[in-house]
């Protein structure tokens, strides 16, 4: 029930193109669900959040859909460029409890093709 | 760069062994939260300190300590080393009261473990 389950493994795309990544969870009790993009050797980089109040988030060029009666939310990149290639992760936390500890999805490799 | 500060960038070590990982948080912030890295087990929450106290932990081995110091720098003990350690730990940290888990990673210490 802790889980995040994240989808594609892996994603190839043309620059220009808009690659979605999708994530699902169990725990209801999650109130807050972050992305994070990580370029090789560099620590995870906050990009974008949202909490189940609202259904869509736009920050530049990155969406987040959430439906919070499918537990799922999603990460577009709109007009995708070879400079987002990096690994993103989706996340979950409760801001309720003892902790806000995250609870990462398996990462999801996206290449961006010139 | 996200000003959480982590040193060293790499170590290397033999099985058995012990070291020390050291995080800086940035300025201001309580919360350090202690992650690792691995290909087969994604990104895995360790541990948590909250202004010096213990606040929540995760899967980690008896093997592995942790604290945080009256200055809120974190270090991160791990001992009896075994191949399977070889890992990216990443320290994160976040601003007091946050609601939900806005936390700021900082660069990792990759640890080879020969």
């Known amino acids: 029930q802790q889980q995040v389950k994240q989808s594609p493994q892996s994603l190839i795309v043309q620059k220009g193109g808009i690659p979605i990544i999708n994530c699902a969870y169990e725990n209801t009790a999650f109130d807050y669900f972050p992305w994070y993009q990580q370029f090789p050797g560099k620590g995870p980089a906050l990009l974008i959040a949202i909490r189940p109040d609202v259904s869509e988030k736009k920050e530049g060029r990155f969406t987040i859909s959430f439906n919070k009666s499918a537990k799922q939310f999603s990460l577009h990149i709109m007009d995708s460029q070879p400079g987002d290639s990096a690994t993103y992760f989706c996340?979950?936390?409760?801001?309720?409890?003892?902790?806000?500890?995250?609870?990462f999805g398996t990462g999801t490799l996206l290449a961006v093709q010139p | 760069d996200s000003g959480v500060t982590q040193t060293p960038k790499h170590l290397i070590t033999a099985t058995g062994q012990r070291v020390t990982l050291r995080c800086s948080p940035r300025s201001g912030d309580l919360s350090v939260y202690w992650y690792q890295q691995s290909l087969d087990q994604g990104l895995q929450f360790l541990i948590q300190?909250?202004?010096?106290?213990?606040?929540a932990k995760g899967n980690i081995l008896e093997r592995f300590s942790a604290q945080q110091f009256p200055d809120l720098h974190s270090e991160l003990n791990l001992s009896s080393l075994e191949l399977g350690d070889s890992a990216l730990y990443f320290c994160a940290s976040s601003v007091p009261g946050t609601r939900g888990g806005e936390q700021f990673f900082g660069p990792g210490t990759r640890l080879t473990v020969l």
């Open positions: 996340a979950a936390s409760m801001s309720g409890g003892a902790t806000n500890k995250l609870i």
């Open positions: 300190y909250y202004n010096g106290e213990e606040r």
